[in-house]
Structures are given as C-alpha cells and as structure tokens.
C-alpha cells in the first residue's frame, strides 16, 4: 500500500478535524491526520485524479462546507 502525502495549513487542519470529530492528529511521530471515514479518503484521492495535483485541500474543504 502506498502514501498520498497532502500538505495543509493549521487552519485547514482545524476545519478537518472539526467536520470529522472521529479523525485525530497525531503529533507524537507521523504530524498527520488519522482515522478519516474511507468514504473521505476515496473523496480526497479522486479529486487528487481529477486534478492531477496534491494540492486539493482548499476544494475539499469547499465540497463539503
């Protein structure tokens, strides 16, 4: 299984962690967020295809606002 490494700001990561209460942060070792519902992450990884970039955060964060 491979990684998908998607940059966002602290602000964004509030907002996702704020719309998903499930997900956590893990500032221990990875600085990432964890526990996305699959239905998330298969969202994430098509607008990664639909776009052809990583940079795909800010629509997310619109689609589902």
């Known amino acids: 299984m491979e990684v998908i490494q998607l940059q966002c700001t602290?602000?964004?990561?509030?907002k996702?962690?704020?719309l998903?209460?499930?997900a956590?942060?893990?500032t221990a070792t990875t600085k990432s967020i964890e526990l996305l519902p699959a239905k998330v992450k298969d969202k994430l990884f098509d607008l990664i295809?639909?776009?052809?970039s990583l940079d795909?955060?800010?629509e997310?964060?619109?689609?589902?606002?």
Not at 10 to 14: A, G, I, T, V
Not at 49 to 52: D, G, L, V
């Open 10 to 14: 602290e602000k964004q990561k509030d």
């Open 16 to 18: 996702i962690l704020k």
């Open 20 to 22: 998903y209460p499930m």
């Open 24 to 26: 956590k942060f893990d």
């Open 49 to 52: 295809i639909e776009r052809k």
């Open 56 to 58: 795909i955060i800010k």
């Open 60 to 65: 997310f964060l619109k689609s589902v606002n």
